[in-house]
Structures are given as C-alpha cells and as structure tokens.
C-alpha cells in the first residue's frame, strides 16, 4: 500500500463485508489484528470499547476523500485510539493504548453509577465508583430502571430526588412502597452538568444498544438538561445505523421505554419527543412539564403566554404592553446560555410587572407562583417533580 503511516504489513479489520455502509476499509498492523478483532466480537457489554467500535465504523463510513496528514486521536474512558486519515482509499489504527489515570477518580466525575436505596436513611443513595455496564438483570416489575438528570450541584443529589420522579413517573407500573427496599437500585448515568459533551451522547447511545442487544427491558427516566442530550442520542440511531451487531434502526427498541421529567433543550417539546421515540422505536411512555420553567422549555413558554395575553386584554393593556413580558422571557435562553446578567434583569423586571398588575384571576396563578418562576430558571426549582 502506496503512501502508507506505516511499513509493518497491514490488516483489515473492517471492510464492506460487514457492512454495505462502508466506504473505507479499516487497517490496522498485523501485530495489532488479535486485539482488534477481541474487541470487535467482544465489546458487547462494555460502553467504552463499544463506543471504541462505533468510531471506526463512522470512520469507515466516511467518503473517501477526507484525508488528514496529522494523527488523529479519540479518547473513551481510559482507551485512546491513533489513527491516520492520510490516505483516501482507507483508515489506518495506528496505536490503541490504556491509560488509567483518564478515569477521573473524582467524586463527582461523570460516568456511570448506582443509586440504592438506604432504608435507614429512608432515601435513595448514590454510591461511589463507576460501573462498566448497566444491571441489566436488576429489575423492578419486569424490567431495568435507569436515570439520566440535569443539572444538580452533585450525584448524590440528583440520586436522591430522581428516585422521586422515577416512582411517580412510573407510578403505573409499580408504587414507591413496591421499590422502596433494600437491595434495589437504579442505573444513574451521571454527566457532571457537562451537557455539551459529545462523549455522553455517545454513551447513551451504548446503553441504549446494549439493552437492546441482550433483548433486556429498561424504563429510562431522562430529567432536565439531559433529555436534549438523549435527544442526540435518539438522533444518532436513527440517522448513523452502524453495522454489524452495532447496528439499530427503527421498530426494535420497543422493550425499552422512556418518561421525560421537566425536559430542557432542542427538540425537546413534548410532541417532538413522542414523535422522536416513535419513529425509532422507543416506548414513549409520557412527558411531565414543568410549568413554571417558562425560560428553557417551550411548552411552559406557551402556557404563559396564553395566561399573560388573556391577563393583558382583561386589564386593558395593550397588546405590546401586555405581551412584553412574555417576549422578554421567551428570548432570554440565549442570554442565560451566555452567562448574561441581563437575562436576570429582565426576569426580575418581568416578575415585578405581574406582581405589580395582577389583576385576571386566570393569571393570579403565575403571579403568586412569580418566585417559582426565577427559581427554576436561576436555581434549583427543575430539579423537584412539579
């Protein structure tokens, strides 16, 4: 091979036998072929090494074309893989290396944890320690419990209060006093407020796959900030299929199910997420709002503004005066977002404009609730089921 990073003979490790997807070859050293080829038909049950596989099968099905002189690196977990980009006919893995100290050994870094429940604290407690996979034989009334929050100062909390919105979530399926037992646990995938992280869609992607993989039930309880981040998750199965065991399309995810509670980010309006779960195949089971949480979810945004019009025409406001509060807020997500104090101003002056005019029964409610408002927006008021 003409051009090649490397004169020690070469590889295959993924061609289009495995899949028709694929538009580049991945080689490797020959020295290196029993490692990868381990991982290839072993990575089931690991989400590092199974999101170790799903980048070379995104790389392979690249177009040819797409080179890159430099080494190019991807890290998962405690695994970094070099590969070069430098021929356009093929990939070559150059180098696959363990280093542990990748893994933050942190209190509060992300990954994957356990939540049980501490019956003498009468609580749900996060325990220390990462976890390599999901439970997936743990299961309460026929089927795995798994967690993704928002944004809390830390596990521990978060562990806490979305047990709460798991047993009301699912209050169908099992009651509190049912679950609520020593021995029992969720899976809490806990991204330490890093909802930008590309790494942990990734991640969910692997869990999801997984379960699906041992044909496993699981109820997902995706919190806040986190529901955008499944949402990309969700959107990555649906649009890269990937090959082999890896692969997952529509229609084959229906034993496992999903509730959003108090959902912030793109796409995530409640229509949206039935029509995203229903289209791969997902079991929408139902989605919980938060109606106070006007600044960052859409549909809480359309609730109060339907009260602040009718609060408007029934004091004689006219329809900019009336309506100016609620313009205000609806375009203060991209001002929080950069860290704007005039997004803090603009939610305590509009708070003070409805304290101050109140006068339609049909809104008393935001305005008695008005603290509500700016604590779901700047402090802990998503975190608790509404």
């Given at each position: 091979?003409?051009?090649?990073?490397?004169?020690t003979?070469?590889?295959?490790i993924?061609?289009q036998r495995?899949s028709s997807n694929?538009?580049?070859?991945?080689?490797?050293?020959?020295?290196?072929y029993?490692?990868w080829k381990?991982i290839?038909?072993?990575?089931n049950?690991?989400y590092?090494?199974?999101?170790?596989?799903?980048a070379?099968?995104d790389?392979?099905?690249?177009p040819?074309?797409r080179?890159?002189t430099a080494?190019q690196?991807?890290?998962?977990?405690?695994?970094?893989?070099?590969?070069?980009?430098?021929?356009?006919d093929?990939?070559?893995?150059?180098?696959?290396?363990?280093?542990?100290?990748l893994?933050?050994?942190?209190?509060?870094?992300?990954?994957?944890y356990?939540a049980?429940?501490?019956?003498?604290?009468?609580?749900?407690?996060t325990?220390?320690?990462?976890?390599?996979?999901?439970?997936?034989?743990?299961?309460?009334k026929?089927?795995?419990t798994?967690?993704?929050?928002?944004?809390?100062?830390?596990?521990?909390?978060a562990g806490e209060?979305i047990?709460?919105?798991?047993t009301k979530?699912?209050?169908a399926a099992?009651?509190?006093s049912e679950?609520?037992?020593?021995?029992?646990h969720?899976?809490l995938f806990?991204?330490?407020?890093e909802f930008?992280d590309?790494a942990?869609?990734?991640?969910?992607?692997?869990?999801?796959q997984?379960?699906?993989?041992?044909?496993?039930?699981?109820?997902?309880?995706?919190?806040?900030?986190?529901?955008?981040?499944?949402v990309?998750?969700?959107?990555?199965?649906?649009t890269?299929?990937?090959?082999?065991a890896?692969?997952d399309?529509?229609?084959?995810?229906?034993?496992q199910s999903?509730?959003?509670?108090?959902?912030?980010?793109?796409?995530?309006?409640?229509q949206?997420?039935?029509a995203?779960?229903e289209k791969?195949?997902?079991n929408?089971v139902g989605?919980?709002?938060?109606?106070?949480?006007?600044?960052?979810?859409g549909?809480?945004?359309d609730?109060?503004?339907d009260?602040?019009?009718?609060?408007?025409?029934i004091m004689g406001?006219s329809?900019v005066?009336g309506?100016?509060?609620?313009?205000?807020?609806?375009?203060?997500y991209?001002?929080?977002?950069?860290?704007s104090?005039?997004?803090?101003?603009m939610?305590?002056g509009?708070?003070?404009?409805?304290?101050?005019?109140?006068k339609?029964?049909?809104?008393?409610?935001?305005?008695?609730?008005l603290?509500?408002?700016?604590?779901?927006?700047?402090?802990k008021?998503n975190?608790q089921?509404?």
């Amino acid at each position: 091979m003409n051009g090649s990073t490397t004169n020690t003979p070469l590889v295959a490790i993924i061609t289009q036998r495995d899949s028709s997807n694929i538009c580049r070859p991945v080689y490797m050293a020959e020295k290196q072929y029993e490692q990868w080829k381990f991982i290839k038909h072993n990575h089931n049950g690991n989400y590092y090494l199974t999101n170790l596989m799903r980048a070379l099968y995104d790389l392979a099905a690249c177009p040819g074309g797409r080179t890159h002189t430099a080494t190019q690196q991807k890290v998962f977990g405690p695994f970094i893989m070099q590969y070069s980009l430098a021929q356009a006919d093929r990939i070559e893995l150059i180098a696959l290396k363990v280093d542990q100290s990748l893994v933050s050994s942190e209190q509060q870094s992300s990954g994957l944890y356990r939540a049980a429940w501490n019956p003498i604290g009468n609580e749900w407690a996060t325990q220390d320690g990462h976890k390599k996979n999901m439970d997936l034989t743990h299961q309460w009334k026929g089927a795995h419990t798994a967690a993704i929050p928002g944004k809390f100062k830390r596990k521990e909390d978060a562990g806490e209060i979305i047990g709460d919105h798991i047993t009301k979530a699912y209050r169908a399926a099992f009651s509190a006093s049912e679950v609520q037992a020593q021995g029992n646990h969720f899976s809490l995938f806990w991204m330490n407020n890093e909802f930008k992280d590309r790494a942990h869609v990734e991640s969910i992607v692997s869990f999801i796959q997984q379960a699906k993989l041992n044909n496993a039930s699981v109820r997902w309880l995706i919190h806040g900030e986190a529901a955008g981040v499944f949402v990309d998750a969700v959107k990555y199965l649906n649009t890269q299929p990937q090959a082999g065991a890896l692969k997952d399309t529509a229609n084959n995810l229906a034993k496992q199910s999903v509730f959003f509670s108090n959902p912030r980010g793109k796409d995530c309006r409640e229509q949206q997420l039935e029509a995203l779960c229903e289209k791969v195949g997902l079991n929408y089971v139902g989605t919980k709002i938060n109606d106070y949480d006007i600044l960052f979810n859409g549909d809480a945004r359309d609730k109060f503004s339907d009260k602040a019009i009718t609060a408007g025409s029934i004091m004689g406001l006219s329809g900019v005066t009336g309506y100016v509060g609620y313009t205000a807020l609806s375009n203060g997500y991209d001002a929080i977002m950069a860290g704007s104090s005039i997004a803090t101003t603009m939610v305590a002056g509009t708070s003070a404009y409805f304290l101050a005019k109140d006068k339609a029964t049909t809104f008393g409610g935001y305005a008695r609730n008005l603290p509500k408002v700016v604590s779901s927006a700047f402090g802990k008021g998503n975190q608790q089921w509404h």
